[in-house]
């Protein structure tokens, strides 16, 4: 389908600038396959028109870049602005530059920050899937791996019930817009369920392609919109710069884009926000920005804990300060004990030095004290035997008694 509308659309816009004179700039801007065939009639083509119609000295070329080879089909084709769902936007902000220039709000969504969703179904008659978490090992059919208002918000509320998304299901059959499409799988039995894109089931209804009483949305949401979901809202389709983009084709195409009239019950370009939880998706999913976090290598897992990695080094290194900075002090204060020991026993040494001479002159002043007594109660005994010795002698001369033994004795 898209690619019929391409061709149409290149030799539109040939006949459009081929009768231009001069050298007109060219721009090229880029679709992203992953858009139900409804967008491209509805959307895509009436922004070309209007963007052809408004840029008149310019040579607007369209070219298809396929989800599958992104990054290598946007090197090959050199797009300036590319038109996509908000999942390939967010991938592309850092590999490719990409800026936003405006995001499409179409009839069924309240708001572009809030505009697509997914949807689970299945047949009426299954009592045996009652919610999401009934699909575990189950078969489930959807358009495509790369839709994102579909397979990959499927995947993404899969995630946030706790299961792994890239093993929940037994098995996925994708039609990829052909025949038979996911309600025929659903209905034939080949699928125990399907995965649907915002507001594709009410418009199956409206269509007449299935029964209003016919299959059963599983834990179904409602509003804002009209139409039932069982996933959380992300933005709608869109359309961005790449780096490298001349900054005058930027300027025209986005005051082209946001001057674009609203067609009644149809869409318009507006600046929109809302990214965060596409990224938060992705994560999640580990796809565009964190498809490293699916690598098993010892350079994806650091990736991948890069922040537990910079908080255990940031510990480390505040653990291997902190061991420096204690060995330090306790060396200053080993130190500082050291000395403090060395001069207590200094001191002792002269306390025992000052202990023993005070001990010594006790002893002398003991023996002193001793002596003097001792010659003092000797002397007084000793002097009486002199004085009698010698008053015994000189009786003895006077009497005129001389014997030598007595003489010795005195003597």
């Known amino acids: 389908m898209f690619k019929s509308i391409l061709l ?4 539109f816009f040939c006949l459009t600038t081929a009768a231009q004179p001069g050298s007109a700039q060219e721009i090229r801007i880029g679709l992203i396959d992953t858009f139900d065939p409804d967008f491209y009639l509805g959307t895509f083509v009436p922004t070309m028109e209007h963007l052809q119609h408004t840029l008149k000295d310019n040579k607007i070329s369209v070219v298809e870049i396929d989800p599958h080879s992104l990054l290598s089909d946007i090197e090959e084709k050199k797009p300036h602005f590319l038109l ?13 530059g990409a800026q936003q220039i405006a995001t499409v709000r179409r009839s069924h969504a309240l708001s572009a920050d809030e505009a697509v969703s997914s949807v689970f179904i299945t047949r009426k008659d299954r009592t045996d899937i009652r919610s999401i978490e009934d699909l575990k090992d189950k078969v489930v ?16 509320e899969v995630a946030k019930r706790g299961f792994n998304p890239d093993s929940f299901f037994k098995r996925t059959l994708f039609t990829n817009y052909q025949y038979p499409d996911v309600s025929t799988y659903i209905k034939v039995g080949e699928a125990d369920a399907g995965i649907l894109g915002p507001c594709q089931l009410e418009d199956l209804v409206r269509d007449g392609i299935v029964k209003a009483d016919e299959f059963r949305v599983l834990d179904p949401k409602r509003g804002p919109g009209r139409c039932l979901r069982s996933t959380e809202m992300y933005p709608d389709a869109v359309f961005f710069s790449l780096d490298g983009a001349p900054s005058g084709a930027v300027k025209a195409v986005t005051l082209s884009l946001l001057s674009m009239p609203k067609r009644d019950g149809g869409f318009e370009w507006i600046p929109a926000g809302g990214f965060l939880k596409v990224f938060d998706l992705m994560k999640d999913l580990k796809l565009g920005p964190y498809a490293h976090l699916r690598e098993t290598t010892v350079k994806a897992f650091v ?24 060995n330090v002090l306790v060396n200053r204060r080993t130190n500082e004990l050291r000395f403090a020991l060395a001069a207590q026993r200094a001191t002792e040494r002269r306390a025992q030095r000052n202990r023993e001479k005070l001990d010594r002159l006790e002893k002398s002043r003991v023996i002193s004290q001793m002596s003097s007594i001792f010659a003092h109660e000797v002397k007084q005994p000793i002097t009486n035997m002199i004085y009698y010795s010698s008053g015994l002698k000189l009786l003895l001369s006077q009497l005129g008694i001389k014997d030598s033994r007595v003489s010795h004795a005195l003597e």
């Open 303 to 326: 990736m991948e804990y890069r922040t537990e990695f910079a908080l255990a080094a940031a510990l480390l290194f505040a653990l291997i300060i902190h061991i420096i900075r204690v």
């Open 8 to 11: 149409l659309l290149s030799f």
């Open 141 to 156: 059919t959807a358009t495509d791996s790369k839709d994102f208002d579909g397979y990959l918000l499927a995947l993404g």
């Open 84 to 96: 996509s769902s908000a999942g390939s936007f967010v991938t592309l902000i850092n590999s490719k």
